[in-house]
């Protein structure tokens, strides 16, 4: 049998329950704002070389934190106690628990043991970018770009403590490529008509040698940020119940330490099909030789949010495109394409179970390629432009 529904007081106002977990906004909210600046120099050498050094910067205000929106106003404090992780009961912690008390089917109901969501555009974030161009214009129909950026940009997560401790929260954001350099180029090959070769032969000596253009990129950029934890963790503070988990902004941090710590992808283990990134510490942060440090009780650790870089990452793309002439007015094109060219394995942060973690036995396994970076994909097609 279903429970029986509420009753609804006659005044309209329904009652929070102990269990509901709202989601509300202000009652005036403002729109989100962004100052943008950039300033650039361009600087032409011959008849067929650009070179342009730019600096471009913004700074965005009354943003939700992190990607998505939304967080929880209700968030938990720090335990002032062991005793307090051991009882498991964070919900006197939240500062809403026990502040709101009506009646709901009769008895008295208490609020709120559980999240509130909050939609307040609360968060902040800034970027910082050095942007670089080369353009390269050779004869017949051969062209060069190459370009560079090194950005930082900066925010709020969404995590179990942005509302309580916001400072925590702030650092690296997750999409974060901190330096990409890409060089692409295009070549029309010289064959057929209004070309250096056979540009008068017949047309159907065109349709076979003519129209053909190849085009290539290939992209060196930063891994992306992720945070270390500690296997520790859950005994020092309980508001991240994910220390040994994938979460990419996780608040359970060593704090730094004095000791070596090197981040390098080795070679693919033909058994478990991974990669070790990193060498887990074998004893505890804080202990023996751990290059980590331990924090005190009901802290967090110094090293900040998202301090590590993933692998670096490498890709080509080609592609062959051939004109086709129709009518005088119609013309049409074969396009192939071949993305990841090479198919080389982008690899992605560690993200299993404890991956992360930097004195348990599996911490510093990758056991995944990057979800944004397929393998080797072919790609056909024809297009028509009239």
């Known amino acids: 049998m279903r429970p029986a529904a509420p009753t609804i007081p006659s005044n309209g106002i329904i009652p929070l329950t102990n269990t509901f977990n709202p989601q509300f906004r202000p009652e005036r909210i403002q729109l989100p704002k962004v100052d943008q600046w950039n300033v650039a120099v361009q600087q032409q050498f011959g008849a067929n070389t650009t070179f342009e050094l730019a600096y471009v910067g913004n700074h965005a205000e009354r943003i939700y934190p992190g990607e ?26 939240r500062p809403f628990f026990n502040k709101f008390i009506s009646t709901y089917n009769g008895a008295p109901a ?11 555009p609360s968060a902040n974030a800034r970027y910082n970018a ?26 709020y997560a969404n995590d179990n403590v942005f509302a309580r401790y916001p400072t925590v929260s702030f650092g690296p954001n997750d999409t ?15 064959f057929g008509k209004n070309r250096m ?55 359970c941090r060593p704090n730094i330490g004095s000791g070596a710590f090197t981040l390098k992808a080795g ?16 004893t505890p942060v804080g202990t023996g030789s751990s290059p980590f440090g331990r ?14 870089t993933g692998p670096r990452q490498y890709t080509a793309d080609v592609a ?54 397929p393998m080797r994909q072919l790609q056909f097609a024809f297009r028509v432009e009239f």
């Open 68 to 93: 998505t929106y939304g967080y929880d106003l209700n968030a938990p404090v720090l335990p002032s106690s062991p005793a307090e992780i051991a009882s498991g009961d964070i919900a006197t912690r």
């Open 295 to 308: 924090p005190a009780f009901a802290t967090f650790g110094n090293i900040g949010r998202n301090p590590f």
């Open 110 to 120: 208490i609020c709120c043991s559980n999240g509130m969501t909050s939609a307040a």
């Open 130 to 155: 050095l942007q670089t161009k080369l353009d390269k214009r050779f004869a017949h129909g051969l062209q060069f770009n190459a370009n560079y950026t090194w950005s930082k940009a900066l925010g």
């Open 176 to 190: 974060n490529r901190e330096q990409v350099f890409v060089i692409s180029g295009v070549y029309q090959l010289p």
């Open 320 to 373: 062959v495109l051939k004109d086709v002439p129709i009518k005088e007015s119609v013309r049409g094109q074969f396009q192939f394409q071949a993305f990841n060219v090479f198919n080389h394995p982008v690899l992605d942060i560690p993200n299993a179970s404890g991956a992360r973690c930097v004195d348990c036995a599996n911490g510093g396994v990758i056991t995944n390629i990057d979800a944004n970076v």
């Open 197 to 251: 070769f056979l540009s008068h032969s017949g047309r159907l000596m065109d349709y076979l040698v003519g129209g053909y253009s190849l085009s290539g990129a290939s992209t060196w950029q930063s891994g992306a940020r992720f945070t270390p934890t500690y296997a520790e963790c859950g005994q020092d503070q309980d508001l991240d119940n994910n220390f040994n988990g994938p979460g990419r902004s996780s608040d």
């Open 267 to 282: 070679g693919l283990n033909p058994i478990t099909h991974s990669v070790q990134y990193f060498t887990p510490s074998t």
